[in-house]
């Protein structure tokens, strides 16, 4: 497949399956002289591996990247660099009894359809299993961004439930299971998640991932705008059906008064902004202020209750889908976003400076 590439001036590429020996992710574009270490990874894919709660699916995976390329002595070379996660928990007998019959809601279907051939095994290239290649990448990405750039998700929504923004508190993250910002929700999430665990059954959620730091300038009008380059990062993580920048669909709802970001001179220099609806960006370039992008993913589509469906040869059936799966796939998604995001901001950063020095 030609599209398993993501970027430009900081470009990576992912590779492997679900249940194959191993996946990884070869990064290019990395400026030389950069400090990186397999530890610099290693803390983002352990906030995404599964298993760390009942709420997500208990395959165990310890997730331990490996770097095989691109370097020497602790510093990166310039040459591309290459990662590798061995698979260590697959339990492909678990798909034998769907081999011939495609699930609802996954790639199956499609898959067959494009290719004639498809791994049955996990879903093979189409499983969520390929995101932490991308969490790798995204951590090379925070190192050429640098720490004066800060990515932070949270989960805002689950099902029906959302979280209530007078408490956001950011220190919460890492305070339950769920990267949510508002402990009181988080409480009820758990019971909220337990049930639909029990039953076998899986939910949606909302995930919101803020950059702080980025300064203004960012993006390249017109069709590599910041914003679009952010919403196609977004879609291209499994299960994503839906991106925001700033307001989102919500500033259908606003008069141009109430949807106008208005400016004051900054008695420290330059510009200050009065509000934030337009999520940090403008005609594609970033003004400066936090960058806000929210996605919405659907339940998991591997469930315990038995589904119409067909099989290869057209015939009709019904299906169980085995296995260990997430109740709400969004839960995991949050590093995932965190990870993109890094990596559109990093290669923008590079085009920027390619073009306007600095």
């Known amino acids: 497949m030609a599209?398993?590439?993501?970027?430009?001036?900081?470009?990576?590429t992912t590779w492997g399956e679900s249940h194959g020996p191993a996946i990884g992710a070869v990064v290019d574009g990395v400026p030389p002289r950069l400090p990186l270490t397999e530890a610099d990874i290693q803390h983002f894919l352990d906030k995404r591996k599964p298993g760390q709660s009942r709420f997500t699916t208990q395959r165990r995976e310890p997730d331990i990247v490996k770097i095989q390329s691109g370097?020497?002595?602790?510093l990166t070379t310039g040459t591309p660099i290459s990662l590798?996660?061995?698979?260590?928990?697959?339990?492909?007998?678990?798909?034998?009894?769907?081999?011939?019959?495609?699930?609802p809601g996954h790639a199956d279907f499609t898959y067959q359809a494009k290719y004639g051939i498809r791994d049955y095994r996990g879903g093979g290239r189409s499983s969520a299993r390929e995101t932490a290649s991308r969490v790798a990448a995204g951590a090379v990405a925070r190192k050429v961004l640098g720490s004066g750039v800060t990515i932070?998700?949270?989960?805002?929504?689950i099902g029906p439930h959302r979280i209530d923004r007078s408490r956001w508190d950011w220190d919460q993250i890492d305070a339950n299971p769920f990267f949510c910002p508002d402990a009181g929700t988080a409480s009820q999430w758990e019971s909220y998640l337990d049930e639909v665990r029990k039953s076998g059954s899986s939910i949606g959620a909302v995930i919101e991932v803020v950059a702080s730091g980025v300064p203004?300038?960012?993006?390249?009008?017109?069709?590599?705008?910041?914003?679009?380059?952010?919403?196609?990062?977004?879609?291209?993580?499994?299960?994503?059906?839906?991106?925001?920048?700033?307001?989102?669909?919500?500033?259908?709802?606003l008069s141009g008064e109430d949807n106008a970001d208005?400016?004051?001179?900054?008695?420290?220099?330059g510009v200050r902004f009065l509000s934030n609806h337009a999520g940090g960006i403008l005609g594609g370039i970033s003004t400066g202020q936090d960058i806000v992008v929210r996605f919405a993913v659907k339940p998991t589509s591997s469930i315990l209750s038995t589904r119409q469906t067909v099989d290869m040869n057209?015939?009709?059936?019904?299906?169980?889908?085995?296995?260990?799966?997430d109740p709400c796939v969004g839960i995991r998604a949050v590093p995932v976003g965190e990870a993109m995001i890094a990596c559109v901001l990093a290669d923008h950063l590079m085009r920027h400076r390619a073009q306007c020095g600095g």
């Open 3 to 12: 599209g398993n590439s993501f970027g430009t001036a900081f470009r990576f």
């Open 71 to 74: 370097v020497f002595e602790g």
């Open 84 to 103: 590798v996660i061995e698979n260590q928990d697959q339990r492909s007998k678990d798909y034998g009894d769907i081999a011939a019959k495609f699930r």
């Open 152 to 157: 932070r998700g949270a989960l805002v929504q």
């Open 216 to 253: 203004a300038g960012w993006g390249d009008p017109l069709y590599d705008k910041l914003d679009s380059d952010l919403a196609r990062a977004m879609m291209t993580i499994n299960a994503v059906k839906g991106v925001e920048i700033g307001d989102g669909f919500a500033a259908a709802e």
């Open 262 to 269: 208005e400016m004051r001179a900054d008695p420290a220099g």
């Open 314 to 325: 057209g015939n009709e059936t019904e299906i169980v889908t085995k296995g260990r799966h």
